[in-house]
């Protein structure tokens, strides 16, 4: 079974220039989260999708950081404009949840790193 | 806002020698799961505790969900240099729902 995929693995841009990010979780997995995480630190979440629905996106810093799952399947993270601060490793992860807490194992991707310039 | 604080924040052991990290929330959790992530790698599940004052173990690790809901602990025994990464704990608020990661414990382990 193939885990979750990422594209690009890697980006490197200027400051002010826009940039997006692709998920495509494990096949049947419908809660997809993104997360970003600076260097030395744990994941801190930027939103969390239930199928097509944003069920928790309270830390996405939405004057500049938009996402998408439409269908319910892939996911994109976008950044307009991007600033010095964002660079970071984006994580996706992808889980099962019906409806009950305890099925809320998370499968993570090997994740963008980005670096603003 | 919900806060969820591991200790220590690094630990560097001699190989053969015992590891634990805990991890301590600043509010009720749901569940929590144990994740290791390599140096340059990305999270990778370990394992899943739901309930109250729960014990697991896997091989050399012993993972435990404290009576309240709000500590967990993991100990490796008889440490090796495969062991070497970043230990987090992650759950969700009981009450709010929301995820959050611990502050994580980088492992290092001296041969």
């Known amino acids: 079974e193939a885990g979750v995929v990422q594209s690009p693995r890697y980006k490197i841009i200027e400051k002010k220039q826009p940039v997006a990010f692709w998920c495509n979780p494990i096949s049947g997995h419908n809660t997809l989260y993104w997360y970003r995480q600076n260097l030395g630190q744990g994941p801190e979440l930027l939103i969390r999708y239930e199928n097509e629905e944003a069920v928790d996106d309270s830390q996405l810093p939405k004057d500049r950081f938009s996402a998408e799952r439409l269908k319910g399947v892939d996911s994109t993270l976008k950044i307009q404009p991007a600033e010095l601060g964002d660079s970071a490793v984006y994580l996706c992860a992808s889980s099962s949840r019906w409806g009950t807490i305890s099925t809320d194992t998370q499968y993570f991707g090997p994740g963008t790193r980005l670096t603003v310039l | 806002g919900q806060q969820v604080m591991q200790i220590p924040q690094y630990q560097h052991v001699q190989e053969g020698e015992d590891f634990t990290t805990y991890c301590n929330s600043s509010?009720?959790?749901?569940?929590i799961q144990w994740y290791k992530q390599r140096p340059g790698g990305h999270p990778v599940f370990l394992i899943q505790l739901v309930k109250s004052g729960e014990v697991k173990k896997q091989k050399r690790l012993t993972f435990q969900f404290g009576e309240a809901k709000k500590n967990s602990s993991l100990h490796i025994t008889a440490t090796q240099t495969t062991d070497v990464g970043t230990y987090f704990c992650a759950g969700p608020d009981s009450g709010t729902y929301k995820y959050i990661f611990g502050t994580g414990t980088r492992l290092k382990v001296l041969a």
């Open positions: 509010t009720t959790l749901s569940n």
